[in-house]
């Protein structure tokens, strides 16, 4: 019995001090010497002061920024509690909340008459989609511009402006980081107060 427990423990310690203790910190060190801003969660900062991530989405309900996705997680875009309400098709919450989303939006955006785009009524899996379809930014355009005080056309191109591309030209969908085109919106075009 013990010619086989002192090996086990010996292989138990030898990995634990292996994968557990080596190998990360081989890990997180790569992964801070090339990747210093993604390892370090891609923070963003204004003046100085942390205002958000570039990798998780952000509650904006004021008439004079672009307003993300909807979220499942937690009280809205709740790192702790990433994920998906996982109601089907079917489920009438879902369809419950759909149609209040999009009245809500029709009320917020009354200068918008086309189909609401899909992603600004359907939340992202993981409920911390920090991105938007350029179509739902374009759609919330009238709003934003009314609310600052300028020609439509402007928030239009800046827009246009923070549009990112598909990865490596095929990869993904065109994208807009809502965290991103607000502080182009505020910096650019200051809201008035």
Do not use: C
């Not at 138990?12 to 292996?18: C, E, N």
């Not at 079917?90 to 999009?102: E, F, Y």
């Not at 020609?151 to 809502?178: C, D, I, K, M, Y």
């Amino acid at each position: 019995m013990l010619q086989q427990f002192w090996p086990a423990v010996r292989i138990t310690l030898v990995l634990t001090v292996l994968t557990g203790m080596l190998y990360p910190a081989l890990v997180t060190g790569i992964a801070q010497a090339i990747f210093h801003q993604q390892a370090n969660g891609s923070l963003i900062e204004v003046n100085g002061k942390v205002v958000g991530s570039e990798l998780i989405g952000q509650k904006f309900s004021k008439p004079e920024y672009f307003q993300g996705r909807p979220s499942a997680a937690g009280d809205g875009y709740d790192a702790a509690n990433s994920g998906a309400s996982n109601f089907g098709p079917t489920n009438q919450k879902l369809v419950d909340r759909i149609k209040a989303d999009s009245e809500k939006f029709r009320k917020e955006n009354p200068d918008f008459s086309g189909p609401i785009p899909a992603d600004l009524l359907t939340a992202s899996a993981s409920g911390l989609d920090p991105d938007l379809s350029p179509a739902s930014a374009a759609a919330q355009v009238p709003r934003v511009a009314k609310a600052r005080g300028i020609a439509p056309a402007q928030v239009q191109e800046l827009v246009e402006r923070s549009t990112q591309a598909r990865q490596l030209g095929f990869l993904g969908e065109p994208r807009v980081n809502v965290l991103k085109l607000n502080l182009a919106l505020d910096s650019t075009y200051p809201a008035k107060r």
